[in-house]
C-alpha cells in the first residue's frame, strides 16, 4: 500500500470567491507514484488545531499538465476547506497520498459514441479531467450538464468556456443557475426534466452513451432514476457522491450485541484486536492506533475498502461497491459493523 509522500504546492488560484484550485509540483522522483486515470482523486493529510485532518479532494487536471491539481470548494464548517482557501498559499508543503478511486474514464476501453456528465458544485472537479480526457484522446463527444448557485458562484466556467471554443463541434454546455436568471443558462436545478431535456434534443441515441453523475446525493438519485427510467443500462451510469445527506449513526437491524475479535493486515503487518459490534469497524481500528487507509469516514470515498477474509459484517450504506465487488468479500470500513465473533479483513488485497 503506497504511503503519503511530501509535496509542495506550486500554485494557488482563485477560481470562485469561495473556491480555489491547488497545483502541486510533482518531483521526478515522485512521478512514478503519481500517475493518474482522470477521474480519480488524492487525499491531503495535515495537521490542524492539533489534530490530523485527512481529505479527499478530486482530481481537475489532464494527463498532459504535468502535474496533480485539485479544487475545493469553502463550505460551512469545513476545516481544510477554509484553510486551503484562507491561507494556503505556494511554497507550502503537504502530504499527499497517490491517486485512487473508481470513478475513471479508461480512452482505451470505454465504450460510447458520446459521453454526457450531470454534474452539481464542487461536482465538477473530477468531471473536468474527464472531460479533457475525452476531448484530447478520443473523438467521442462530450455534453456536460453543470449546475450552480450563480454565474460567479461557477467553478472552472473560464475553462469551460476555453474548451468550448477548441472543441466546438464535439463539447455541448448546459449551465444552470438556481439562484440567477442568465440568457446563457436554464433557471433551477438539474432535476427529471433536466435529464429529459438532454436525452430528447442533444443526442440521437442515448442509449450509446456513457453517463457521468457528481455532485450531492439528492441530485445523483434523481438524475440516476430517470436515466434508467428512460432505457438507460445501468453499467452505463457512473456516479461519485461529494455530499450524503445520510448522517447514518445507526446499526444494522441485524446487529448483534457483544464483542468481535478482529484480525487485520495492512502494509504487510497483522493486528489482533477485540471491539463491540456496535462499533464500526475503521472506529475500532483507528482507536488502536492502526495506520489503516480512511479519508472521508461517510462513505463517500473508497479509501477505507477491505476484503473480509474470514467472518461476516453489515455495512449502514453503501453506494460505491458493486456487487460484484461485494461478492468477491470487498466492504468499506468505515460503515461496517461485525455479526459474526471472528472478523478477518487485509486492507492490502484490494
Same mark, same amino acid.
Given at each position: 500500500?503506497?504511503? #503519503?509522500?511530501?509535496?509542495?504546492?506550486?500554485?494557488?488560484?482563485?477560481?470562485?470567491? =469561495?473556491?480555489?484550485?491547488?497545483?502541486?509540483?510533482?518531483?521526478?522522483?515522485?512521478?512514478?507514484?503519481?500517475?493518474?486515470?482522470?477521474?480519480? #482523486?488524492?487525499?491531503?493529510?495535515?495537521?490542524?488545531?492539533?489534530?490530523?485532518?485527512?481529505?479527499?479532494?478530486?482530481?481537475?487536471?489532464?494527463?498532459?499538465?504535468?502535474?496533480?491539481?485539485?479544487?475545493?470548494?469553502?463550505?460551512?464548517?469545513?476545516?481544510?476547506?477554509? #484553510?486551503?482557501?484562507?491561507?494556503?498559499?505556494?511554497?507550502?508543503?503537504?502530504? /499527499?497520498?497517490?491517486?485512487?478511486?473508481?470513478?475513471?474514464?479508461?480512452?482505451?476501453?470505454? &465504450?460510447?459514441?458520446?459521453?454526457?456528465?450531470? @454534474?452539481?458544485?464542487?461536482?465538477?472537479?473530477?468531471?473536468?479531467?474527464?472531460?479533457?480526457?475525452?476531448?484530447?484522446?478520443?473523438?467521442?463527444?462530450?455534453?456536460?450538464?453543470?449546475?450552480?448557485? =450563480?454565474?460567479?458562484? *461557477?467553478?472552472?466556467?473560464?475553462?469551460?468556456?476555453?474548451?468550448?471554443?477548441?472543441?466546438?463541434?464535439?463539447? &455541448?454546455?448546459?449551465?444552470?443557475?438556481?439562484?440567477?436568471?442568465?440568457?446563457? @443558462?436554464?433557471?433551477?436545478?438539474?432535476?427529471?426534466?433536466?435529464?429529459?431535456?438532454?436525452?430528447?434534443?442533444?443526442?440521437?441515441?442515448?442509449?450509446?452513451?456513457?453517463?457521468?453523475?457528481?455532485?450531492?446525493?439528492?441530485?445523483?438519485?434523481?438524475?440516476?432514476?430517470?436515466?434508467?427510467? +428512460?432505457?438507460?443500462?445501468?453499467?452505463?451510469?457512473?456516479?461519485?457522491?461529494?455530499? =450524503?445527506?445520510?448522517? =447514518?449513526?445507526?446499526?444494522? @437491524? *441485524? *446487529?448483534?450485541?457483544?464483542?468481535?475479535?478482529?484480525?487485520?493486515?495492512?502494509?504487510?503487518?497483522?493486528? *489482533?484486536?477485540?471491539?463491540?459490534?456496535?462499533?464500526?469497524?475503521?472506529?475500532? /481500528?483507528?482507536?488502536?492506533?492502526?495506520?489503516?487507509?480512511?479519508?472521508? &469516514?461517510?462513505?463517500?470515498?473508497?479509501?477505507?475498502?477491505?476484503? /473480509?477474509?474470514?467472518?461476516?459484517?453489515?455495512?449502514?450504506?453503501?453506494?460505491?461497491?458493486?456487487?460484484?465487488?461485494?461478492?468477491?468479500?470487498?466492504?468499506?470500513?468505515? +460503515?461496517?459493523?461485525?455479526?459474526?465473533?471472528?472478523?478477518?479483513?487485509? #486492507?492490502?488485497? /484490494?
Amino acid at each position: 500500500m503506497e504511503k #503519503y509522500k511530501h509535496l509542495n504546492i506550486s500554485s494557488i488560484e482563485r477560481l470562485t470567491p =469561495s473556491a480555489v484550485k491547488v497545483n502541486f509540483e510533482i518531483p521526478e522522483g515522485e512521478k512514478e507514484h503519481f500517475h493518474f486515470i482522470p477521474g480519480q #482523486y488524492i487525499t491531503i493529510k495535515t495537521h490542524l488545531n492539533g489534530a490530523e485532518v485527512r481529505r479527499s479532494y478530486s482530481i481537475c487536471s489532464g494527463k498532459e499538465e504535468n502535474t496533480i491539481s485539485v479544487g475545493i470548494k469553502k463550505v460551512e464548517d469545513g476545516l481544510f476547506s477554509k #484553510y486551503a482557501n484562507d491561507h494556503l498559499e505556494s511554497g507550502v508543503q503537504l502530504e /499527499v497520498h497517490p491517486p485512487e478511486g473508481r470513478f475513471t474514464f479508461d480512452a482505451g476501453k470505454d &465504450q460510447a459514441s458520446t459521453v454526457i456528465a450531470f @454534474a452539481a458544485g464542487s461536482g465538477i472537479t473530477p468531471i473536468m479531467s474527464i472531460m479533457k480526457e475525452v476531448l484530447n484522446k478520443t473523438q467521442k463527444n462530450f455534453i456536460l450538464v453543470y449546475g450552480n448557485k =450563480s454565474l460567479e458562484e *461557477t467553478m472552472f466556467h473560464k475553462d469551460i468556456r476555453n474548451l468550448v471554443s477548441e472543441y466546438p463541434d464535439r463539447l &455541448q454546455v448546459q449551465l444552470l443557475y438556481s439562484r440567477e436568471q442568465n440568457e446563457d @443558462a436554464l433557471f433551477g436545478r438539474i432535476e427529471r426534466s433536466t435529464v429529459n431535456f438532454i436525452l430528447k434534443n442533444k443526442v440521437d441515441s442515448p442509449k450509446n452513451c456513457l453517463f457521468y453523475l457528481c455532485g450531492p446525493e439528492e441530485m445523483i438519485n434523481n438524475v440516476s432514476d430517470t436515466l434508467v427510467t +428512460q432505457g438507460i443500462e445501468k453499467d452505463k451510469i457512473k456516479f461519485e457522491l461529494f455530499s =450524503s445527506g445520510d448522517d =447514518s449513526t445507526e446499526i444494522p @437491524a *441485524t *446487529t448483534h450485541d457483544g464483542k468481535t475479535q478482529v484480525t487485520v493486515l495492512v502494509d504487510d503487518e497483522e493486528y *489482533t484486536l477485540v471491539m463491540d459490534k456496535k462499533q464500526r469497524v475503521l472506529d475500532a /481500528v483507528l482507536k488502536e492506533d492502526i495506520d489503516a487507509p480512511y479519508s472521508c &469516514q461517510g462513505g463517500i470515498c473508497s479509501s477505507c475498502i477491505a476484503r /473480509v477474509k474470514e467472518g461476516k459484517v453489515e455495512m449502514v450504506k453503501n453506494q460505491i461497491l458493486t456487487d460484484s465487488e461485494l461478492e468477491e468479500g470487498l466492504i468499506l470500513t468505515c +460503515q461496517s459493523h461485525p455479526v459474526t465473533s471472528t472478523l478477518s479483513i487485509d #486492507y492490502d488485497d /484490494v
